[in-house]
């Protein structure tokens, strides 16, 4: 049993088409802040489970927003 590629922070598109091109069933979640109104951003893996046993796995998604990270200069 070989671990599942590490597709942390991929676009859902990419992830999707690099473990199932390694026999990995995929199982997809998603997920945004509490009261976020959608992003309409690229959907980006925000974590990945294994399976205890075979060839499945879960990935949480969810939407980059297209606007400035919060920082020292923008809050």
């Known amino acids: 049993m070989g671990n599942a590629p590490d597709v942390l ?4 598109e990419e992830a999707l088409q ?4 390694n026999g990995f069933t995929v199982k997809i979640r998603r997920t945004a802040p509490p009261g976020a109104a959608s992003c309409r951003g690229t959907e980006r893996v925000v974590r990945l489970r294994r399976a205890v046993e075979g060839k499945a796995v879960e990935i949480t998604v969810a939407e980059e927003s297209p ?9």
Not at 9 to 12: E, S
Not at 18 to 21: G, N, R
């Open 9 to 12: 922070a991929y676009p859902l």
């Open 18 to 21: 690099i473990l199932q091109a």
């Open 67 to 75: 606007g400035p990270r919060p920082g020292k200069n923008n809050v």
